[in-house]
């Protein structure tokens, strides 16, 4: 059966003839539009087992496509194209010409998790949205998100200090993200505590910007977990089939 | 000679054709149901046609009840539970909670199942609003003659929406299993609703089909191409209410879109649970469960009706979801291997 849905109908597959005569009769121009098929042609067949492999992913082979994830979502319901249960069937099938037409909407999920109480399968579809976009930016198809900048600065300042050190990790967020450090409402903020802190303790705040402290005895817990994480990302890297350097 | 009777626990369809096999056998069965009459889930709960059949239930399985309430080598025991079950194989002793002792060669569970309880899917409306309905009241509306009618204010239904799977298929609830019937079931009380009520448009809301073997041609084709039902397939994520007519929301999976659609009636297609009492069974009759909870049964290949304990075998919804057919042939199956305590030997030798 035809499908005559128009949102499911590609303007680039919209083909009409200026001039056509078919059989005797004159069709030229809108009376010869046609739809080009869009005909599947291969699957991917890594595409389910890479994005098994990243954290979140692991239960996405137990999807059965009730829609349940989808009919749950705080984002479907503003955005209808974000679709967690039509993107875990693209990634399982293999389908990922079709799963990349959405790939700047993906990772738009806010992780409310409403998705992972509704499914009757235990997919974890939250996970797999977490994977799935994380996926996305290992394999370059989108680049790094905020969200990715934000994560990478907490982990270093974490394994270079043993400390969450706000002012750098902000700092180093808004560098990454290319935003400019004097927005309005930290210029505020920073003037409002230089006012009422006391002197001690902003020499205090700046003699730390200078000599950062660390946790003590962290140069070996720091090693240890920066050991771990890297034995991880490289274990992505490998069942993603990416060269192992280049990864982040 | 073995003369003692055979002990059977459950008088549904299951328990009705063990106690018919003893009998027609010219052996001697004690009937012990804890309702106070028999037929089991058909009669119980008054179903109206059945599957595959289209008899009424009260004639089909109301026919196996007169057989076995005529039948002199049969004893009747309503009302009552087995308290407690001790013994071996060719020698048990049961005693019923009215006081009766029974000695017996061997013992059959057809203990059958419990229905799912709906209220434990809230969003699906259930308790909520009275409209909102199980597959079960729906049989009762047609067995007791009074038709297909709003609960809230009596009217006929324009649209009838049913949902499969409720129970069943959920891991949320802790329920891995298919409840077998429930799809059939279904597409059969479809078309009983538009046979009796032709203006009342009815949508089956499903995730998978299972009309297995011959029910494909007969129940889910014949539905569609004779009864103009029509299946779509989306698991539903609430049913509210306008205040006026009912709301079922959900995914339309096929094209990809929300569905926010107005029905005057929602039908749960409602599991088979576990019966609430294994547990008290499993510990009188000394018999183990399986990981969902029903009485657990030997390898088909090896044994024949076995559970756990020798001399002590199950048929039935007790051992899972089942349709009445194949209940009633474990029923005949399990009463050949109570009278010839076929598996005793086998078990005795293996410990
Ligand atoms: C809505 C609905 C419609 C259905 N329609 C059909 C259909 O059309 N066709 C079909 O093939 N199947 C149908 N089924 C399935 C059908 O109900 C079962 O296959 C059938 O009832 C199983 O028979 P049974 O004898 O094993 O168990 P049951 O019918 O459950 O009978 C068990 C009996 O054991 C008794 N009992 C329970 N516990 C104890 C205890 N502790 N001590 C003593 N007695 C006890 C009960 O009182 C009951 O009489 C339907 C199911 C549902 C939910
Ligand atoms: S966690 Fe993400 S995918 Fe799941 S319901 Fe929330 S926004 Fe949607
Ligand atoms: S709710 Fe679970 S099983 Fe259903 S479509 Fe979403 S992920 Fe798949
Ligand atoms: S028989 Fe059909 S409705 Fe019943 S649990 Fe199985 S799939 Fe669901």
């Known amino acids: 059966m035809p499908i005559h849905e128009k949102s499911l109908i590609r303007p680039e597959n919209l083909i009409t003839n200026d001039s056509l005569v078919i059989d005797g009769v004159d069709v030229s ?9 869009r005909t599947i042609t291969d699957y991917n067949e890594a595409m389910e087992d890479e994005i098994a492999a990243l954290p979140g992913g692991e239960n996405i082979h137990r ?34 010409e079709e799963l990349l037409r959405d790939k700047d909407i993906i990772w738009q999920c806010v992780s409310c998790n409403k998705c992972t109480y509704a499914c009757p399968r235990d997919v974890l579809p939250e996970g797999v ?96 977990i920066e050991e771990y994480v890297s034995e991880r990302r490289a274990e992505q890297a490998k069942a993603l089939g990416l060269d192992t350097k280049g990864g982040h | 000679m073995r003369d003692k009777p055979i002990l059977i626990v459950g008088g549904g369809p299951a328990g009705l054709s063990a106690a018919h096999a003893v009998a027609a056998s010219g052996r001697k069965a004690v009937l012990v149901d804890k309702a106070d009459r028999l037929g089991g889930a058909p009669i119980l709960q008054g179903y109206a046609k059945l599957v595959p059949s289209h008899e009424w239930a009260k004639d089909a399985i109301g026919g196996m009840v007169d057989r076995v309430r005529q039948n002199p080598n049969v004893t009747v025991r309503t009302g009552t539970e087995v308290q407690s079950f001790a013994g071996n ?60 009618r709003c609960p809230s204010d ?11 799977c409720v129970g069943s298929r959920d891991r949320q609830i802790g329920r891995e299993w298919c409840s077998k019937i429930c799809c059939t079931v279904s597409a059969n009380i479809a078309m009983e609703i538009r046979e009796l009520s032709p203006k009342t448009n009815v949508y089956i809301y499903y995730m998978d089909i299972r009309t297995f073997g011959l029910y494909e041609g007969e129940y889910y084709w014949k539905s569609q191409e004779e009864a103009r039902v029509k299946y779509i397939k989306a698991r539903i994520a609430e049913v509210t209410s306008d205040g006026k007519r009912l709301v079922v929301k959900g995914e339309d999976t096929l094209v990809k879109r929300p569905i926010t659609i107005p029905f005057d009636m929602v039908v749960h297609a409602i599991g088979m649970d576990p019966n609430v009492d294994n547990m008290t069974l499993s510990a009188v009759f000394g018999v183990g469960l399986n990981r969902y909870g029903y009485v657990d049964k030997a390898s088909t290949y090896a044994g024949l009706a076995q559970t756990s304990r020798p001399g002590v075998y199950v048929c039935g919804a007790a051992t899972g979801p089942e349709t009445i057919d194949d209940s009633i042939a474990q029923g005949q199956a399990a009463a050949v291997a109570a009278m010839t305590l076929a598996g005793v030997g086998l078990a005795q030798a293996a410990e």
């Open chain 1, 29 to 37: 121009g809108h009376w010869s539009t046609f739809i080009k098929s």
């Open chain 1, 63 to 96: 999807c059965w496509q009730c829609g349940s994830c989808t009919n749950a979502c705080t984002v479907n319901a503003v955005n209808p194209d974000f679709n967690p249960r039509y993107w875990i069937y693209l990634i399982r099938q293999g389908l990922e």
């Open chain 1, 129 to 224: 949205m977490k994977a799935t976009a994380h996926w996305l930016e290992l394999k370059g198809h989108t680049p790094k998100s905020p969200s990715t900048h934000f994560d990478e600065g907490f982990t270093e300042s974490i394994l270079a200090t043993g400390k969450i050190e706000e002012g750098r990790v902000l700092r180093t967020f808004f560098q990454r993200t290319g935003q400019p450090l004097n927005q309005p409402w930290l210029v505020a903020l920073v003037g409002g505590l230089v006012k009422r802190f006391p002197l001690g303790y902003l020499i205090r705040m700046g003699w730390s910007t200078v000599f950062r402290p660390r946790t003590s005895n962290w140069r070996r817990t720091g090693r240890a």
């Open chain 2, 89 to 148: 194989p060719g020698d048990f002793v049961a005693t019923l909670k009215d006081g009766t002792r029974v000695n017996a060669e061997a013992a059959i569970l057809a203990t059958g199942f419990t229905h799912f309880d709906s209220l434990n899917k809230p969003e699906w409306g259930f308790g909520t609003y009275p409209d909102v309905v199980t597959t079960v009241q729906v049989e009762q509306m047609i067995s007791s003659g009074q038709g297909i």
């Open chain 2, 154 to 164: 009596g009217r006929v239904p324009d649209r009838v929406a049913i949902l499969l």
